[in-house]
């Protein structure tokens, strides 16, 4: 099952959804980041007077290391964003740094698939560790147990990447709104600049979920699921 081609088949349309949404994401994050803001606000500053308006002056706002690093930490209550989101003062900068308070937002408005997506880490990362190992033995070894055991930690990340993408597409709405309410997004340009920086990252993650949805139905194909158990012994 190492060097299956049926992976590749079945995969394919996964990988080329991720390799085009991560070279559109680099892609539109580098042409609106040479588009300054009219406001003339930088990521951060944008991130703070959001977060401020929002009744959440305790959340900080932090550089953090790393290109497209930006995250928000719900345990720190921390917007932690990229250097180049965190001082630039572009359309790229706003879009990423009001993204990351819709989570933030979202924290504090107890959005429920945030918390189930929090909830869920600790088990999407050990099971995404654990299941390929126990799948891969239990192919190697002919047991059909170890492989149900692997599928069941891996629907844990299927899970979870499904989770994600009403968390990311809510926190890119809320970032969207907040943006036109607040003024800080000017005019029909700059808010186009957002909109396209945004969506071309929520691409990603649809990427992510498609990649491991995928990954499950060759999982249960490899296992005969569809065939009446007849193509165990491969
Ligand atoms: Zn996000």
């Known amino acids: 099952m190492f060097f299956d081609p049926l992976y590749f088949v079945i995969l394919a349309p996964a990988m080329l959804l991720s390799a085009w949404a991560a070279w559109s994401t680099r892609s539109r994050f580098a042409e609106w980041s040479d588009v300054p803001t009219a406001t003339g606000m930088s990521g951060a500053e944008v991130a703070r007077y959001l977060l401020d308006r929002f009744g959440l002056s305790h959340v900080r706002v932090v550089p953090h290391e790393g290109v497209l690093s930006d995250h928000y930490d719900p345990k720190e209550k921390e917007v932690r964003l990229s250097e180049s989101v965190f001082y630039d003062r572009s359309i790229s900068a706003i879009a990423v740094a ?114 491991s949805v995928l990954t499950l139905l060759y999982y ?13 012994e491969e």
């Open 98 to 211: 009001a993204h990351e308070v819709g989570h933030a937002i979202q924290d504090k408005d107890q959005y429920a698939p945030l918390a189930l997506r929090n909830a869920a880490v600790p088990v999407a990362s050990f099971g995404s560790n654990v299941s390929f190992i126990l799948i891969a033995i239990g192919f190697a070894i002919a047991s059909v147990q170890l492989i149900w055991l692997g599928i069941l930690f891996f629907s844990a990340v299927v899970l979870f990447q499904i989770i994600t993408l009403p968390v990311e597409f809510d926190a890119s709405r809320r970032a969207k709104e907040a943006l036109a309410k607040l003024g800080i997004v000017t005019d029909r340009r700059e808010a186009e600049g957002v909109s396209k920086v945004l969506n071309a990252a929520a691409m990603t993650y649809v990427g992510a979920a498609l990649t």
């Open 220 to 232: 249960l194909i490899r296992l005969g699921v569809f065939s009446g158990g007849r193509n165990e």
